[in-house]
């Protein structure tokens, strides 16, 4: 088969959705397709060396993006009605279109002719994939969000229709058994489960186990970062290190965090930890880095909400039932960090 795959940051460091998604295209190419992806060539994200791990008879086009710092809808909404697919790429020419962010289904939004949506393939990584919108902030830029929301509605609702359409009419892949429940009550239709594809082999054979941190990756409230710095004053005793892109200003004059940027290879991060911390406050799809840790043996923490349960393979000792609360985490810290000393 001839497969195009979309997706705006598969050229970044970004997450685990792009990791995900690269491991899709992988899997694709070793079972004979041809593959091509199109992905944007300026993003919010570093560079990254990703695509030297694959191989060079994938094809790879780059798209320019415009108004990057507009919200996320807003942005859908200007890509829909306005972007061009780059003249390199024939719609038509593709026998499935394999599709998994808000940029992507935008640029093929206006090409959904009964054709084309026979071709798509949905990847539901998120949230928002199953068109929930939460707000998660606080303070005045909770009502912040609210102002957002009301100027990203139109657009926001015409995203949901398009996603709706193509649910309905193409394929849709969920990336946990989570992610599929959710995706039959938002959008109506079922989907194949396809975990992340973690060589966990591989990771083993750089793990060097030396524990000294009580480890966080993340900056933003849906993360998780209102507990991490909660217990930053909770636990002054313990060392922790904060893995982020952009972390908040008042955790840096903490003697006793260290703060460190992405880093391209995991094991690195894991080789530190003597507790993994996953206080994420939204419905993760997953989490790579819970599942990541766990099958090293690394000691994790998660809320128990979303795909994190499945991350962690269901173990209780590794969930935070009341994980809004970080009097629930000070309380499970303290047991996970006794249990294992």
């Not at 997706?7 to 694709?28: C, F, N, P, Q, R």
């Not at 695509?51 to 919200?71: A, R």
């Not at 990584?125 to 830029?141: A, F, I, P, T």
């Not at 009550?185 to 060097?208: C, H, M, W």
Request: charged content about 25%.
């Amino acid at each position: 088969m001839n497969i195009l795959v979309i997706g705006e940051y598969l050229t970044s460091h970004a997450g685990g959705a792009e990791k995900s998604t690269l491991s899709i295209v992988k899997d694709l190419f070793e079972r004979g397709d041809a593959v091509t992806i199109l992905c944007a060539k300026q993003t919010k994200f570093k560079p990254s060396r990703q695509f030297l791990e694959l191989p060079n008879e994938i094809k790879i086009h780059y798209s320019d993006v415009v108004n990057t710092k507009f919200p996320p809808f807003l942005r859908y909404g200007f890509t829909r009605l306005v972007y061009d697919t780059p003249m390199n790429i024939n719609f038509d020419s593709f026998d499935k279109i394999v599709v998994y962010d808000l940029w992507g289904k935008a640029l093929i939004a206006k090409h959904l002719v009964p054709n084309l949506l026979s071709k798509v393939q949905l990847c539901i990584r998120s949230e928002v994939d199953y068109l929930v919108y939460r707000n998660y902030q606080s303070g005045w830029k909770f009502f912040l969000w609210y102002i957002r929301y009301i100027l990203q509605l139109p657009f926001f609702m015409q995203y949901c229709r398009d996603t709706i359409r193509m649910a309905k009419h193409g394929d849709v892949v969920s990336n946990s058994t989570f992610v599929q429940m959710r995706v039959q009550q938002k959008l109506g239709t079922n989907s194949a489960v396809k975990l992340p594809a973690i060589d966990i082999e591989a990771l083993k054979r750089g793990f060097k186990h030396k524990p000294d941190f009580v480890v966080f990756i993340g900056d933003s409230k849906h993360k998780g970062f209102d507990i991490f710095y909660q217990l930053i004053l909770a636990f002054p005793e313990l060392k922790f290190k904060c893995i982020a892109r952009n972390p908040p200003k008042k955790i840096r004059h903490f003697k006793n965090v260290t703060i460190s940027d992405w880093v391209e290879d995991p094991v690195k991060i894991y080789n530190e930890a003597k507790l993994v911390i996953v206080p994420s406050q939204w419905e993760e799809a997953f989490g790579r880095v819970a599942r990541e840790a766990y099958d090293l043996g690394v000691p994790v923490l998660c809320s128990r909400v979303g795909g994190l349960v499945e991350a962690v393979r269901y173990d209780a000792d590794s969930l935070v039932d009341n994980y809004k609360s970080w009097t629930a985490w000070k309380l499970c810290i303290k047991y996970k960090i006794s249990k294992t000393s």
